[in-house]
């Protein structure tokens, strides 16, 4: 089942905080975050495993709550480099197999 | 550059034609995965390899998709008698899958550029 991602676009001015939501239907083993850009190809920011590790990059912040199968992704003090479109990826097995949300659209204006 | 890396980058084929692309990835990653990406969505999961044994294929793809990591290292997806709705960004991915203390492991994924599939 495709993870349910909200909102689907969120217009922010530089400086501003979002929130990007992750929700999943299923108990999950972890969530990833990646960002994309028109064009490019996903990148990395952010691995959360049930039981609380995390990986990812320092100026980005994640949180896991199992028991609600969700996860938030929050993007403080947004710069135009944060435009783009980002993804939550499930895995509900722990074989790393991730199923996608449908993304979320950020778009940061000066 | 030691990225991921995808052959050809753009594909325009007719109808009923073969196509195969081919994969690159991190050299000392022993996981390789493919996706596939329309406009607007996320990636969707194809299949996947732990060295070269190939683990799962998704029950959506069709018998017209293969592929391969003969080696351990590059890997060939296969479209047979491509079709219309085969028009999509096939996207790569590999990893390095680490063991952690306590059993738990995880890994990134590093992302290729893809190869855009047109089917006319």
């Known amino acids: 089942q495709q993870p349910v991602q909200s909102p689907q676009a969120v217009i922010l001015r530089e400086g501003e905080d979002a929130v990007i939501n992750c929700s999943s239907s299923k108990a999950l083993y972890s969530v990833h975050w990646y960002r994309q850009k028109h064009g490019e190809a996903p990148v990395f920011l952010m691995i959360?495993?049930?039981?609380?590790e995390q990986k990812g990059h320092e100026k980005i912040s994640a949180s896991f709550n199992e028991k609600k199968q969700q996860s938030s992704l929050y993007l403080t003090a947004s710069q135009l480099s944060y435009s783009g479109t980002y993804f939550c990826g499930t895995d509900i097995f722990g074989n790393e197999k991730l199923t996608f949300g449908t993304g979320t659209r950020l778009t940061i204006i000066p | 550059d030691t990225g991921v890396s995808q052959d050809p980058r753009h594909k325009i084929t007719k109808r009923g034609q073969n196509v195969t692309f081919r994969c690159d990835p991190i050299s000392e990653h022993n996981r390789l995965y493919w996706y596939r990406q329309t406009l607007g969505q996320g990636p969707e999961f194809l299949t996947y390899?732990?060295?070269?044994?190939?683990?799962?294929k998704s029950r959506l793809l069709s018998d017209r998709f293969s592929a391969e990591r003969p080696k351990g290292s590059f890997s060939t997806l296969e479209i047979q008698r491509t079709e219309q709705g085969d028009s999509a960004m096939y996207l790569c991915?590999?990893?390095?899958?680490?063991?952690?203390?306590?059993?738990?492991?995880?890994?990134?994924?590093?992302f290729g550029p893809g190869t855009r599939l047109t089917v006319l």
């Open positions: 390899f732990q060295n070269e044994a190939q683990l799962e």
């Open positions: 991915a590999s990893s390095f899958l680490l063991g952690l203390a306590g059993g738990s492991s995880y890994n990134e994924q590093f």
């Open positions: 959360l495993l049930k039981g609380g």
